[in-house]
């Protein structure tokens, strides 16, 4: 299944394995070094007490440091559990995305699009995941707003199924190019994580959750 970000960004876990291990060799070096520090020093000329009390002190503040860390990863993994449960609702319903990438699968591409003024000319491209264009279309300017493609190509083969970008070019009636957004839908088939973002699975691709910008009972119309 081909994986494709959302334009949102996405949070990040705040702890990494190589700081966790950072942390633990910094514990067990001081550890050691203290408890050598206490074997080796001279009965007669004993550890000053308040440098002593010092050494102590960082030990705790490192011991404390680990601790932290642990409970930190435990509260995002609760935090993760619960937006998958939240996000599970999502399957079987209809999805729109803050993107020009759509899922070319079992269903056609879909794509919605909004033009900011009166088009007089449309023209719709698909690229591939390499950024090859594999079809360009003229769209009807007065009757705006969705589209879906079934991969069939300009030779009358299809497309491969997988990840396909749309990008509309639009002219008014003397030829100035206007604005474009472009949304892509599918229906959600399930969803996964990687520990830290939450991704969709739609019609044969993955998309962030972060990237949604509406949701719907599957076959309502969630063009507009």
């Known amino acids: 299944m081909t994986t ?4 949102s960004s996405t949070a990040t876990n705040g702890t990494t394995p190589a ?8 514990y067990n070096l001081f550890l050691k070094l203290l408890t050598t520090q206490m074997t080796h020093q001279d009965p007669l000329d004993p550890m000053d007490t308040s440098e002593y009390t010092q050494q102590l002190v960082q030990y705790s503040q490192v011991e404390q440091s680990i601790q932290q860390t642990g409970k930190l990863k435990d509260i995002l993994s609760q935090l993760a559990s619960q ?3 939240q996000a599970s609702s999502y399957i079987g319903r209809e999805a729109r995305f803050d993107s020009p990438v759509a ?9 919605t699009y909004y033009v900011d ?10 690229k591939d995941s390499s950024g090859k264009v594999v079809n360009t279309v003229k769209l009807d300017a007065e009757s705006q707003g969705t589209y879906k ?15 396909y970008t749309l990008s509309v070019e639009a002219t008014d009636s003397v030829g100035n190019k206007l604005d474009t957004t472009i949304n892509s839908v599918a229906i959600v088939s399930d969803v996964v994580t990687d520990g830290s973002n939450i991704m969709l699975g739609v019609n044969g691709i993955r998309m962030s959750a972060s ?9 309502t119309n969630i063009d507009t």
Do not use: N
């Open 19 to 26: 700081a966790d291990s950072g942390l633990l060799a910094d």
């Open 149 to 163: 493609w079934d991969g069939t190509l300009a030779d009358g083969s299809k497309a491969a199924e997988g990840a």
């Open 103 to 111: 899922g070319l699968g079992d269903a056609p591409a879909h794509w």
């Open 211 to 219: 990237g949604l910008v509406a949701i719907a009972a599957a076959g």
């Open 4 to 7: 494709v970000s959302g334009t």
């Open 83 to 85: 937006q998958m449960s």
């Open 117 to 126: 003024g009166t088009p007089a000319a449309l023209t719709a491209t698909i």
